[in-house]
């Protein structure tokens, strides 16, 4: 074969081959294209798109059990506004007992309704030692007519308006008496009010008469604050928790002062987690030991 035939053929041979490899090549690219995501033309470019992200499903925490019930009255309020608010900031649902013959009693009472708050009628009693230990101005007295305690005790009732309840303060003598107890227990029913016994005698016959005529009834567990003493405090609430612990639900009472407010801000986390904190109300006759 001539030269240039030669040179002709493998021209011609070559040009195959890229003719076959460029199809080949071509068919790669098609195929592989098939398999990608449908895309979105834009601005002359393709842009993937791509499944959506799956969310993290988010497990709802385990319920914890019940924990036992811990109610805490503040009494005497009236006197100190200022620790008043101080307690109201622990954000805890604390259960308050004012005193109506108290300096500033008014504004207490205008303090706690504005929060949304319960508080009670903290209503001064004759004690054991009387005259010498002083209950204060409109105490009901054993020597007082069954017609002097209603009177004085729908007083107190009207200076603390909103009052869900009342407590006795002080009153070691007058609760011992079935008969004055009586009478001033009549009033309280007639408001649709319930009592708190805060048992300052183990005398008493308060919460029993209160159980006995249909009143609202609940009796005080633990004090907190006999001793001003902040560790002293500070171990009283963890006996409280503890009671609570033993019989699911405890009462304890402390006073507005400013040493219990920081006790029980120092122990309030650490108690959480052993009780739940709630109202006195929500534990009124089925506080029974």
């Known amino acids: 074969m001539p030269k240039k035939g030669k040179k002709r053929l493998r021209l011609v041979w070559f040009a195959a081959l890229f003719i076959a490899i460029t199809t080949l090549l071509l068919f790669l690219i098609?195929?592989?294209?098939?398999?990608?995501?449908a895309g979105v033309k834009t601005e002359n470019r393709i842009i993937e798109v791509l499944?959506?992200?799956?969310?993290?499903?988010?497990?709802?925490?385990?319920?914890?059990?019940n924990l036992p019930r811990l109610a805490i009255v503040i009494d005497d309020v009236g006197y100190d506004n200022r620790t008043l608010k101080s307690f109201i900031g622990l954000d805890l649902p604390l259960t308050y007992a004012i005193l109506p013959n108290a300096t500033e009693y008014k504004q207490s009472v205008d303090i706690l309704r504005e929060a949304?708050?319960?508080?009670?009628?903290?209503?001064?009693?004759?004690?054991?030692?009387?005259?010498?230990?002083?209950?204060?101005?409109?105490a009901l007295l054993i020597n007082m007519s069954d017609?002097?305690?209603?009177?004085?005790?729908?007083?107190?009732?009207?200076?603390?308006?909103?009052?869900?309840?009342?407590?006795?303060?002080m009153g070691s003598a007058f609760i011992q008496n079935k008969n004055k107890m009586q009478a001033f227990l009549a009033v309280l029913k007639e408001h649709n009010l319930f009592?708190?016994?805060s048992e300052t005698t183990s005398k008493t016959v308060g919460?029993?008469?209160?159980?006995?005529?249909?009143?609202?009834?609940?009796?005080?567990?633990?004090?907190?604050?006999?001793?001003?003493?902040?560790?002293?405090i500070e171990n009283q609430l963890f006996k409280a928790a503890n009671y609570a612990k033993l019989h699911k639900v405890a009462i304890?009472?402390?006073?507005?002062?400013?040493?219990?407010?920081?006790?029980?801000?120092?122990t309030k986390d650490e108690l959480s987690k052993q009780v739940d904190f709630v109202e006195v109300k929500t534990v009124i006759n089925s506080h029974i030991r």
């Open 147 to 169: 017609s002097k305690i209603r009177n004085l005790t729908e007083e107190a009732i009207k200076k603390i308006p909103g009052a869900i309840g009342a407590n006795n303060h």
């Open 195 to 197: 009592f708190l016994d």
């Open 252 to 266: 304890a009472i402390g006073h507005d002062n400013p040493i219990t407010e920081e006790a029980l801000a120092e």
């Open 51 to 65: 499944p959506p992200i799956a969310k993290p499903v988010h497990e709802k925490p385990a319920k914890h059990k």
């Open 207 to 232: 919460w029993k008469l209160a159980k006995y005529d249909g009143v609202g009834f609940a009796r005080r567990d633990i004090f907190l604050d006999n001793v001003k003493n902040l560790r002293y």
């Open 30 to 37: 098609k195929l592989k294209n098939r398999n990608r995501p």
């Open 116 to 138: 949304h708050l319960d508080y009670l009628v903290h209503m001064p009693m004759q004690p054991e030692n009387y005259p010498r230990i002083n209950p204060g101005d409109n």
